[in-house]
């Protein structure tokens, strides 16, 4: 699980079942918006990461095909401040080692992806 703050408000990031879900927290109210997968066919997707940039455009990372003892791919997709996909999307098979986790930060360019 994955929570960061942005200037739309909160947003979360879960895996379930080997999919990696998000959704925000509307300002102001207990509501959330209705979750949304990460864009894709992936497998065994899981440990989510978060970012929200001064824009309002979020990065969702996560990992697919790790395991205990096994490393896996590291792939990534860029929301605008509606969270509709952008063209920012990518995967680095082999990006994550072996107990390794992605993180995300958000930087006055974008964001950096650290695996």
């Not at 001064?54 to 969270?83: S, Y």
């Amino acid at each position: 699980m994955a929570l960061v703050e942005g200037p739309g408000g909160v947003v979360a990031a879960w895996e379930t079942d080997g999919q990696i879900y998000f959704a925000s927290l509307k300002p102001g109210t207990d509501s959330f918006t209705k979750p949304q997968a990460a864009p894709g066919t992936g497998r065994e997707r899981k440990h989510p990461a978060l970012a929200v940039n001064a824009k309002g455009e979020t990065i969702l990372v996560w990992t697919e095909g790790t395991g205990w003892e096994r490393g896996g791919a590291l792939a990534w997709q860029v929301f605008d401040q509606n969270g509709k996909a952008t063209e920012g999307t990518g995967r680095s098979d082999g990006g994550i080692p072996v107990w390794g986790l992605p993180t995300v930060v958000a930087t006055d360019g974008g964001f950096t992806i650290i695996h």
